[in-house]
């Protein structure tokens, strides 16, 4: 799991790098399909994995308001900022976690729901996995490479 993460992080800077060659309108522009743009789903990406780590450390979630965030310069920051936290969290991460359950209650719904850790983390990969190829689509939409989803060749296994 803990090399899984190391990938959507390194893609994920491979797509803030991306996104320096890209014109802020290309980049804010509405899409279909996904929850936005470009930044707005690099943004959801990343606060989508801060909030369910915050769920399973028993912490409040941070506000997720893209308005306040809507540069790729904020996107980036906040990436930083947050990286740290969830980083750690999965470093240390044991397989006695896996089964370990906690109670969610979705903030629009007030519904609770109870997971398994072990649950949460993968969802949280294939979440970020599943955007990225909404915004690889994208990227060939306007006529640019998009950055590579191989998990080949990243040093991940070294």
């Known amino acids: 799991m803990k090399t899984l993460f190391q990938y959507n992080w390194q893609v994920r800077n491979d797509w803030f790098s991306w996104c320096n060659d890209v014109s802020e309108e290309e980049l804010l522009k509405p899409r279909v399909g996904g929850v936005g743009g470009i930044l707005q789903t690099l943004f959801h990406i990343i606060v989508v994995e801060y909030s369910w780590i ?3 450390k028993g912490r409040p979630d941070i506000d997720d308001d893209f308005d306040q965030h809507a540069s790729l ?3 980036i920051s906040l990436s930083k900022r947050l990286h740290p ?3 750690d969290f999965v ?3 044991t397989d006695k976690q896996e089964l370990q359950t906690v109670n969610v209650t979705h903030p629009a719904t007030g519904v609770s729901e109870t997971f398994r850790h072990g649950e949460i983390l993968s969802h949280v990969i294939v979440h970020e996995i599943h955007h990225i190829g909404q ?3 994208w990227a060939r939409e306007i006529g640019r490479q998009p950055v590579t989803a191989n998990l080949i060749h990243r040093g991940l296994f070294e």
């Open 73 to 75: 310069a904020r996107i």
């Open 85 to 87: 936290e969830v980083r």
């Open 91 to 93: 470093y240390g991460w």
């Open 54 to 56: 915050c769920d399973l």
């Open 135 to 137: 915004i690889s689509v």
